[in-house]
């Protein structure tokens, strides 16, 4: 399958670690980004490539991969982390495609 | 600053014409590909087109291909998509993004601007 498969929705207690997956076929040629979305904002970047993070995005975000699955973790989560996420890598005819996001909520 | 500003959005008939424009400053415009993303009201994400440097290489979603056109002048730092054929399913905040690549990296959006609204409704 081509397409991008993300939990809906995930919660986390304030200062403690929430992993949020990607999983998708695709996953297994190209590295997925991940975009951090806030109501009534554009996305953001927060993590690209193998592990990387754009500057002015905290060293708490990061990001891994194994096999068909892409994974964003958010070491000591806080409150200005609650947000849509979402991921995004090419699909096997070359186009982009983005996960079906998933909405972090801290507690 | 690097920037992106979109324009050109409004409301349109089932099967009509829009053009949307994107203005960028603060880069060398003609050094990156660029893209279109769109976001209907309360969904998820969806990318619609993407163009390379130069404009020799482009790509479409599955849901938009043969009725819209991604294009760019490099004299004006300006990307566009005319969409054509409008849907009721076209409806969404269109926003333009940088496509950026590094070496050992899949490529990645950032900037984005902040988006331009399309409604398509009769």
């Known amino acids: 399958s081509s397409e991008l498969t993300q939990d809906p929705a995930v919660s986390v207690a304030l200062g403690q670690t929430v992993r949020i997956t990607c999983q998708g076929d695709?996953?297994?040629?190209?590295?997925a980004s991940w975009y951090q979305q806030k109501p009534g904002q554009a996305p953001v970047l927060v993590i690209y490539g193998k592990n990387n993070r754009p500057s002015g995005i905290p060293d708490r975000f990061s990001g891994s991969s194994s096999g068909n699955t892409a994974s964003l973790t958010i070491t000591g989560a806080q409150a200005e982390d609650e947000a849509d996420y979402y991921c995004?890598?090419?699909?096997?005819?070359?186009?982009?495609?983005f996960g079906t996001g998933t909405k972090v909520t801290v507690l | 600053e690097v920037q992106l500003v979109e324009s050109g959005g409004g409301v349109v008939r089932p099967g009509g014409s829009l053009r949307l424009s994107c203005a960028a400053s603060?880069?060398?415009?003609?050094?990156?590909?660029m893209s279109w993303v769109r976001q209907a009201p309360g969904k998820g994400l969806e990318w619609v087109s993407g163009i390379n440097w130069n404009g020799g290489s482009t790509g479409y979603a599955d849901s938009v291909k043969g009725r819209f056109t991604i294009s760019r002048d490099n004299a004006k730092n300006s990307l566009y998509l005319q969409m054509n054929s409008l849907r009721a399913e076209d409806t969404a905040l269109y926003h333009c993004?940088?496509?950026?690549?590094?070496?050992?990296?899949?490529?990645?959006?950032?900037?984005w601007g902040q988006g331009t609204l399309v409604t398509v409704s009769s």
């Open positions: 603060g880069f060398t415009f003609d050094d990156y590909g």
């Open positions: 695709s996953l297994r040629s190209y590295y």
């Open positions: 993004a940088r496509v950026n690549l590094a070496v050992g990296a899949t490529d990645w959006f950032d900037p």
């Open positions: 995004n890598s090419r699909d096997s005819s070359g186009n982009h495609r």
